[in-house]
């Protein structure tokens, strides 16, 4: 086999630390990105094994069988949307996920909720929020350059999908989060 698909990697940290474990293990690696390591030349079942120890010990875990390879492929297409600038997508969840992943969305739906015990859209919102959560801490965009950013139709939907999520609205959020720092820097000080 050429290619690994692996869980949990959900971000560029994670496919450094796979890609540095391997390199320390010796392996030539022709590619890594998220859920996926493709090698040069095919490693063999002693390899893998040897792989899946350290990688477990990382928290990741090399899939086996293909429904649980399509889940985190749709985990990571999400992801990667999330990730980017949102407001360029000009097509729905459902039509972006069908063409990434090659297959009728309807499918990926129906197997998605059976192995997570979610929608995809329940998953899409959550990333969608964690995503929000990391701009309200940078502090660098205010809320309806968020809402943009992510394509929300407008302050008040991100507002509400953010207290549906997180039990706060985006602005109390941000005003515990300044508040926690303000009492670690005095902890520190003293």
Known sequence: ??????????????IMAVEKT???LGYDVNDVE???VEFHDPILQEDRIKIEAKLVALGFEIL???KSQTVERIKNQIIELVSKDMNDLTI???EYLASKLQTEYHTLSSLFSTQE???IEQYYILQKIEKVKELLVYDELTLSEIAYKMNYSSVGHLSNQFK???????THFKEVKISKEEVLQNTETK
Request: charge should be positive.
């Open 1 to 14: 086999m050429k290619t690994l698909r692996i869980k949990n990697m959900v971000c560029p940290r994670c």
């Open 64 to 66: 086996d069988d293909k």
């Open 117 to 119: 015990s979610q929608t």
């Open 164 to 170: 549906k999520v997180t039990g706060l609205a985006p």
């Open 34 to 36: 998220l859920g996926l």
């Open 92 to 94: 729905t969840l459902s």
């Open 22 to 24: 391997l390199e320390d």
